[in-house]
């Protein structure tokens, strides 16, 4: 069967599975067999909200709030497809690690009391944090799997940069290179890093089979 034939039967399933739902349970794009719903993004964009209690989320209806909706289904997409592939290559979250995260989260909380009011404040349950935590340490070991072959950055690297950077200021009030290379080094292989992870995903992505709703493209 050609991936055209497959990704027609695909888009004909999500039509298909959306006709007849009520909104809330439309599915709205499909990883392989792996339906997200419009509960899904709903779910996901309350969560955002709950994060950034201080900056007020376009209303939705709003062209804004569409441009977001797309973004957060973006992410849940990424989240399947980093999963899918996680499985693939044996990497796994064990039950260990993920009670390590959760409890050097529930000691910088300081008590029990704080840490339960923290989760009420931020509107999350333990079960979704421990899911998110789950979410995050696998984002780790994926990130450092497919980053591992990066260069490291050179001194040679890091004085160019530098050099750059610092062109047309005061020499006065620029700090000298032996104490900001240390940081260059590590901002530069930051941004190395996330561009080798970027292609990674955008290669993993075209892996799977990924079906979008029209109106979330």
């Known amino acids: 069967m050609s991936f055209f034939f497959r990704l027609l039967l695909f888009t004909l399933a999500l039509s298909v599975a959306t006709a007849g739902c009520g909104s ?7 990883v392989n067999d792996k339906a997200i719903t419009k509960t899904d993004l709903l779910n996901a964009i309350d969560e955002l909200r709950q994060q950034n209690r201080n900056e007020k989320l376009p209303e939705p209806g709003t062209s804004a709030y569409a441009e977001i909706e797309k973004r957060v289904l973006q992410r849940l997409i990424n989240d399947e497809v980093i999963r899918l592939e996680a499985d693939r290559m044996g990497i796994a979250i064990s039950e260990e690690e993920g009670q390590a995260r959760l409890d050097q989260q529930k000691a910088s909380s300081g008590s029990e009391a704080q840490f339960a009011q923290n ?3 931020q509107g999350t349950s333990l079960e979704q944090l421990t899911q998110n935590i789950r979410s995050s340490l696998m984002f780790e070991k994926i990130f450092s799997q497919t980053t591992k072959d990066v260069p490291e950055i050179t001194d040679e690297q890091a004085l160019e940069y530098y050099k750059q950077a610092s062109s047309g200021q005061d020499p006065a009030g620029t700090v000298p290179f032996d104490q900001a290379k240390a940081g260059i080094k590590a901002r530069l292989d930051q941004e190395n890093k996330s561009r080798a992870f970027q292609l990674w995903l955008a290669a993993a992505k075209d892996r799977n089979q990924i079906v979008i709703d029209e109106e979330y493209r």
């Open 119 to 121: 989760l009420s404040e």
């Open 24 to 30: 809330q349970v439309a599915v709205i794009a499909r």
